[in-house]
């Protein structure tokens, strides 16, 4: 039987290149000579893909917002994540419930007990064995999704202050769990940023 595969998790605001290093880092996993399963959040599954849709297109509650991410996340741990973690694969996930407190949590206000409750209801003792927490002030963000040109989805195109908010919140996650949620300033050049998770990686993944 297959030892229990790896959860790795990257986080970070709207705007901090996160996605664009996912195939690095599957790519440090492989060169362990580990099978890697690549996915996303909300989404990872045809289920999860259709709430994406509809979160990333429309405006509604904070509550509505916090519950349809853990419906998609249900379905996300039953199908793809928990039997890849078993068969002895590593998951590298973008986004996962570290994202609900900082978006809806600190962004949206919704209070941290009422995400804890679904948190335990959707996947009780399922956590990240490391997350990668890109960085970066939101107004150097912001500015980078401009320099791209393309139509910004409905969290993207919220007003400054709530993504300061989401920021300062991913910043309280980390320094309430520092050696899980690894800190990389994203601010820089992406082969500078890309050394740097490479270190990480070789830290706290031993």
């Known amino acids: 039987m297959s030892a229990r595969g790896r959860f790795i998790t990257v986080e970070g605001i709207d705007g901090a290149g996160k996605s664009s290093h996912l195939d690095f880092l599957c790519d440090l996993v492989r060169a362990r000579g580990f099978e890697v399963e690549k996915t996303l959040e909300p989404g990872g599954t045809p289920f999860g893909q259709a709430i994406r849709g509809v979160v990333l297109g429309h405006r509604t509650s904070a509550l509505a917002e916090a519950l349809a991410m853990f419906a998609a996340r249900a379905a996300h741990v039953e199908d793809v994540i928990a039997p890849s973690l078993e068969a002895g694969r590593w998951v590298v996930c973008d986004r996962f419930t570290d994202s609900t407190y900082a978006y809806q949590g600190g962004g949206r206000q919704l209070p941290a007990e009422t995400l804890r409750t679904l948190e335990s209801l959707v996947h009780p003792g399922l956590a990240p064995d490391a997350t990668f927490l890109f960085d970066i ?70």
């Open 137 to 206: 002030d939101p107004a150097t963000a912001r500015s980078r999704q401009q320099a791209q040109g393309r139509a910004l989805d409905e969290f993207e195109k919220r007003e400054l202050e709530y993504h300061v908010r989401v920021r300062n919140a991913y910043l309280a996650l980390h320094r309430r769990d520092p050696a899980r949620i690894q800190l990389i300033d994203a601010s820089r050049g992406i082969e500078e940023v890309r050394a740097e998770l490479a270190s990480r990686f070789a830290q706290v993944l031993p």
